[in-house]
Structure formats: C-alpha cells, structure tokens
C-alpha cells in the first residue's frame, strides 16, 4: 500500500519550496467562489516580499532575538522590555497587589458581620430578629378619614 | 475618570508625534499605564452603587468591570496588530493605532456615561471606527459585505432607540441615571408602550447579538483584522449587555411578559449556533459563532431580571470577553503563518508550536467553561437563575453546556492535534509578542477567580 503513495511524490515535490522559515501558502489560481473567502486576495502585490512577517527571507536569519516586534534589532529588544514591564510588572504584579489590598469591596464582608453581630444582640436582648413592619406604625400619621 | 479619560486623549499626540521607529513601543507603553490606572476604578468601598466627582460621568459596580476590560483591551490590540501592519506605510499605521484610540474613547464615554443619551450618542459612535477598521484593513473581498451588515443592522436596531429615549425624556424630564432607578414603575398598558418597550431593548439585542439578528456578527467578525475581531468580542458585544440591564431599571413590570419571545429565541441561539460551530470550517467563524451562544446565554440572564441572572451576566460578559478575544488571537498567529482560516489546512500544530498549544488549550478551556475559571461561575449563575425561573431552559441550557464543550473540544483537536500536513512543516516560531499577547489575555481570566467579587455587580 505504501508503494501506491509513491505516485503522489511528483506532486508533493511542488511544495518544498522554500526549505527556509517563510514560504507562503497563498492560492495562486484565482480565487474560485468556495474558498476565495479563506486565501488572501492579493492586496498589496508590490510587498508580497516582506508582507505579514513571512518575507523571503525570516526576522529570525538577521536577528537571531527577534522578538517580533521590530525588524530594528534595537527597538524590538526595547519594545520587548517595555510591553513586558508595564504589562506584567505593573499592571499585572503591582495591579494585581492593588487590587488584592483593596478595602472590602462593596462592605459585603462588613454586611455579612454587621448580621451576625445585629443577630446575636436581637437574641441577647429576646426580641424577634426581625420586625414585620419596617416603620413603627405608631409613628405614622395618617390624615382623618372624612377630611379633605 | 478624567485620569484615565486624558492619558488617553493624549495617545493621539502620542501616535502622530512619536519617531517613527519608536511609534509601536511608545504607544504600548503608554496605553498599558492607562490599563493601570484604570484598576483604581474598582475601588468600591461604599455600598452605594455610584461613584462619581460629577453628574455626567460616573463608575458603578456594573460599568467597572467593563471599563476595566476595555482600558486592558487597547495595548492588546496594539500588540496583535503590531505585526501584520509593519509593511504599511507609517502614516497608515499611525492612522490605525489611532482609530483604536478613538475607539477606547468612546467606549469609555459609553460605559462611563450617566446620562442614556449620552450612553446613545457613544454607543453610534463607536460603530464608526469599527466599520472603518473592518471595511479598510480586513483581508478579503467580503469585508465590504461585512461592514454594510455591521453598519445597518445596528442602525436599524438603534434608531427606533433614539424615539424611544427621545418619548422617555420628554415625559420624565430626565433620563439621568442617577434618578432612573427611583422612578416610579411606569404602568405601559397600550399597544404603542409595548413598542416602546421593544424599541428600548432592540437595538441591544441586535449588538448582543440576539440569534434571530446575529447575522452581522460572522460576517463582521471573521472579515475583521484581528484588532476588530478582538475588539469586537471582547467589548462591542458587551455595549449591548450593558445598555440592556441600564434599560432594564425603567422597563419593569412589562419585561415579564414581553420577554418571552426574546429569552426562547436566545435559549434556542445558544442550541443552534453551539450546531453550527460544530459543522463549520472555518476557524474565525467558529470562534464568532461561539460569541453569539454564549451572548444568548447573557441575554437569557438579563431579561429574567433576577440578581443572580444580572451577576451571572456581568461575569460571564468579562469571562468571555477575554477568553474569546485570547481565541481570536490564537486564530491570528495561525492566519499570519498560513494565510488561511481553514482549520484543515492548519492542523497539527502541537508538533511544531507547542507551547503556543498550551495557550490554545487554556483558552478552548475557558472557552467551554471549565471550573474554576469564571466562565464557569457566569454560566452557572445564569443556569440556575433561568431554571428557577421555569424548569424547561434546563434542558436547553444543559444541551448548550455540552454542545459549547463539544465545539470548544473540536476547536482544540482540529487545530493542534492531528496529523500535520506536509505543507506546512516550516512555519516560524512563535514571537516573544504573540506570547506575551496571549497570556495578557489567560493571566487576568486566572486571577479573577480569585476575587470574583469585583465583577459581581450591585445586585449580588
């Protein structure tokens, strides 16, 4: 069986193209109406030699630390330092500790103490833990009854 | 607010003045102290609800989180865009940075307005932006097709909003936020309050998307470059969320029945477009249709008005927000390496780029809500609120469970297991940048568990 894939070899020697890092995989033929949506209809012809960071040639033969910023070995190398600390030594580590110290976020934990502590009164005291009336009724005053 | 508002404003000086050389580095550096910043907003120390130091602008427990999210968003944007600009002329890519910026603006603007004309006005003027960065950077002829959907189903939803606003303004007085929610329950009786009512609601449910007006969402998502898809995902759908629970607070005690139809159309969403990720062959549109599901979910939460369904809600909205945008992410490393969406021709990719598999592995977790990320926690509140509200969106809601770990598992196999095709053996490694991108993205998911409560909202 294996024998039989040998006739597939001639055609799969077309995509050995480029052995090096980059050799693009955009559909040569004209975009028929089934896949023209998933290839990249050639925007931009004149750069199709260093287009989306596949150039002929890799960021990664000149600068052995590309970092995938820049293809200036300099700024890639401070662009790197500068995303990574105030992405995760500010933002992430001193944020993160900010947050973490944070007073009780929206008095929940105070609510849920302030209960208890109203709770363990009310029944020192025996009264009901809880009123049926929010306000005393004997403290509203309601207009007469034939007045007005 | 104005400490995060003119940093901000300030990036545009920033983008146009900046060395040419330098514009990428200065722009991430200077948006992720905004992100920084932005974190004093979750200081809640009172139990009332809004925090502000003037009457049109303010920060309450339900606007936070997403502003949160929206302030992180910018410099994750920069950084995926930072590689598939680089040929553009500068001028171009200055423009782009700045549509972004423009962008955040006017989110913050909308998330942070008091005033619902306000928040109306903000909402419109985002879709600008978006519309431009989709039709003018996206990669196919489609996205012509995609940014004339965008445009005009949001349209159409949102303008018999401004009637409605318009009709509530003239008869309270006010639309301020502040005094909304003290109103009285407003007693809708005839047929042209029930169209008020829908009007109130409609444009938001066609951002959220709600799955009978989703159409736009595939289209826009997938012809979008990878900082419109993030964006997308990961805020403009949550503007719909948001607007909807602000509209809830005056829509009351007509919501109970009319809602119907619209909580049966997102439970039925979540079923059909979990089926849908499941046939399909493209990995954007996957990752989209995915959104809209779990944006029915929310919406299910929201129109059952209960605390739990609100939390849920607000939860689920900022888990999914950055586990979406993390998958858009993902998608772009392989579509910048391969030039092609289809997940067939992109397989196997643990052989080449493992570590790159472990990012897309947290992510297809979170995507299908694995405890204890609080993609769980939303989905689950949500749940259980929809089943105390009737016990029949169980069996919806289960199957939706089970069919979002079903695609979420498809998602994962086709694209890092599985033979690697012969093309493709020689792909670049993975940048330093797509790294970093990709755990700005899965590092917040993973703390928010550990205080959940700063996105639990006012009602919890």
């Known amino acids: ?148 | 607010m104005l400490k995060i508002l003119i940093p901000t404003l300030m990036l545009f000086p920033t983008i146009w003045l900046s060395p040419a050389k330098w514009l990428w580095t200065t722009s991430i550096a200077q948006s992720l102290v905004i992100a920084l910043a932005s974190l004093s907003w979750l200081k809640w120390s009172s139990e009332t609800g809004w925090s502000s130091s003037n009457l049109y602008l303010a920060t309450d427990p339900l606007s936070t989180p997403l502003l949160v999210l929206t302030c992180w968003l910018l410099p994750l944007m920069i950084l995926a865009s930072q590689n598939h600009l680089s040929p553009e002329p500068l001028n171009r890519q200055r423009t782009y940075i700045s549509l972004l910026v423009s962008l955040q603006m006017f989110l913050i603007l909308a998330f942070g307005a008091t005033e619902i004309i306000m928040f109306y006005i903000m909402f419109e003027a985002t879709l600008l932006p978006t519309l431009i960065i989709i039709t003018r950077w996206g990669n196919q002829t489609e996205r012509l097709n995609a940014g004339t959907y965008f445009l005009f189903y949001t349209l159409a939803g949102s303008l018999p909003l401004l009637v409605a606003l318009l009709l509530m303004q003239n008869d309270s007085g006010t639309l301020s936020m502040f005094t909304l929610q003290y109103t009285q329950p407003l007693y809708l009786l005839t047929w042209g309050d029930k169209l008020w009512w829908a009007a109130c609601l409609l444009a938001f449910l066609v951002k959220m998307p709600l799955y009978g007006v989703h159409l736009w969402l595939p289209k826009a998502h997938v012809e979008a470059p990878i900082a419109g898809s993030m964006i997308l995902a990961a805020v403009l759908l949550k503007l719909g969320g948001y607007g909807m629970m602000r509209m809830m607070v005056m829509l009351d005690p007509l919501t109970k029945e009319l809602a119907y139809p619209f909580i049966v159309l997102a439970m039925w969403g979540i079923i059909m477009t979990g089926s849908i990720c499941l046939r399909q062959t493209d990995l954007k549109s996957l990752i989209a249709y995915s959104s809209v599901g779990h944006m029915g979910l929310v919406a299910g939460g929201i129109l059952i008005q209960t605390p739990w369904g609100f939390t849920g809600a607000i939860i689920l909205m900022i888990a999914h927000g950055l586990a979406s945008s993390a998958l858009f992410c993902l998608a772009n490393t392989s579509y910048e390496r391969t030039h092609s969406r289809t997940m067939l021709l992109a397989r196997g990719m643990q052989m080449i780029l493992p570590l790159m598999t472990t990012w897309w592995f947290m992510a297809s977790l979170a995507n299908l809500a694995l405890p204890p990320l609080p993609n769980l926690m939303g989905e689950l509140m949500i749940i259980t609120s929809m089943f105390n509200w009737s016990y029949w969106t169980l069996i919806l809601t289960g199957l939706g469970t089970l069919i979002t770990a079903s695609y979420s598992l498809y998602l994962f196999l086709m694209t890092q297991r599985g033979p690697l095709p012969s093309h493709i053996i020689a792909l670049e490694p993975t940048h330093t940048r797509e790294h970093l991108l990709i755990i700005l993205h899965l590092i917040p998911i993973v703390l928010l568990i550990l205080k959940p409560e700063l996105m639990w909202g006012w009602c919890f």
Do not use: C
């Open chain 1, 1 to 148: 069986m294996l024998a039989r894939l040998s006739r597939f070899r001639p055609a799969l020697a077309r995509f050995r193209t480029n052995p090096a890092f980059g050799a693009r995989f955009v559909s040569q033929s004209a975009p028929s109406g089934a896949a023209g949506s998933a290839t990249v209809s050639d925007l931009q012809p004149s750069r199709a030699t260093e287009s989306h960071g596949h150039a002929e040639v890799s960021a990664f033969e000149k600068n052995r630390d590309y970092h995938g910023f820049s293809q200036d070995p300099v700024v890639d190398e401070w662009n790197m330092r500068m995303a990574f600390f105030f992405g995760i030594s500010m933002a992430i580590v001193v944020g993160g500790t900010f947050i973490h110290y944070l007073p009780d976020h929206g008095m929940r934990q105070w609510a849920r103490r302030e209960a208890e502590r109203l709770i363990t009164q009310r029944e020192a005291a025996g009264l009901l833990l809880m009123e049926e009336n929010y306000y005393d009724p004997s403290k509203i005053v309601l207009p007469g009854a034939g007045e007005e």
